[in-house]
């Protein structure tokens, strides 16, 4: 089973982008760790105590039965994050402390300062994590960090502020967990239930859902995309159209 970190600009990114597939990756058994780049605030509706709230509620419709997932906030400033080398090794450290060796992060074209600045950091980071001879910080919800790493994988979810249509290098068949991500996704009240301009969120996520999941002869599908060429042993693993 495989050590896996899924990093996003603020709390409702991660759930909004591949919520079904942190389901899915945890019920699998996979070590799965949720960071939270910013709280979320200032936001139009909420405050931080019901974002952080929130995010902890979210958590419970993504985790495994007596299996509960794990959630860190690195605190950078919502709306001004930027990529410094104290970002970088703040998110390095964390890869190494979590020894991720799959990571997630948003996809490279946004419309988001945020999510631009978080996708480069993580990018940068992930190179980082795997110096020799440099000090990282302990992350927050962590006494140590790991020896240097270079996480195998990094992949790329949709969450993005673009009208722009996805355009995946694979997708993973969610049917099994699209409801957990609904409940997950609603569980921002502040944000898709109190925030009328954001209530169509959860229909177009559904309807994307399920268009990515007919790509693949599925009832629901999350899309990713990478810059690197994925390898297979076998053709077995394919999906059957």
């Known amino acids: 089973m495989a050590n896996i970190l899924v990093i996003g600009p603020h709390p409702d990114d991660q759930e909004i982008g591949m919520g079904g597939t942190i ?11 949720i960071a939270d780049m910013t709280d979320g605030c200032p936001t139009p509706v909420g405050d931080r ?39 970088r090794h703040l998110v390095a450290g964390l890869i190494r402390a979590h020894q991720a060796s799959i990571v997630f992060c948003p996809h490279p074209q946004d419309a988001h300062p945020d999510h631009l600045a978080t996708t480069r950091i993580v990018e940068d980071a992930r190179f980082d994590a795997k110096l020799t001879k440099v000090d990282m910080p302990v992350p927050p919800g962590f006494d140590t960090i790991g020896p240097p790493i270079y996480p195998t994988w990094l992949f790329y979810y949709y969450c993005s502020h673009l009208r722009r249509v996805p355009d995946p290098a694979f997708i993973i068949n969610t049917t099994s967990t699209h409801e957990a991500k609904v409940r997950a996704v609603l569980a921002y009240e502040s944000q898709f239930v ?6 169509s969120v959860v229909d177009w996520l559904a309807a994307e859902d399920r268009f990515l999941g007919s790509r693949i002869g ?13 390898g297979l042993s076998s053709l077995d693993s394919l999906a059957a159209f």
């Open 23 to 33: 389901a899915l990756l945890a019920a699998q058994g996979h070590n799965v760790l």
């Open 49 to 87: 105590p019901t974002r952080l709230a929130e995010a902890q509620a979210a958590l419970t419709h993504l985790s495994p039965p007596g299996r509960p997932l794990r959630r860190v906030l690195l605190d950078l400033p919502n709306r001004r994050v930027e990529h410094t080398l104290h970002a």
């Open 218 to 230: 599925a009832r629901a599908g999350e899309g990713f995309w990478t810059r690197e060429p994925l």
């Open 194 to 199: 109190h925030n009328h301009k954001n209530r």
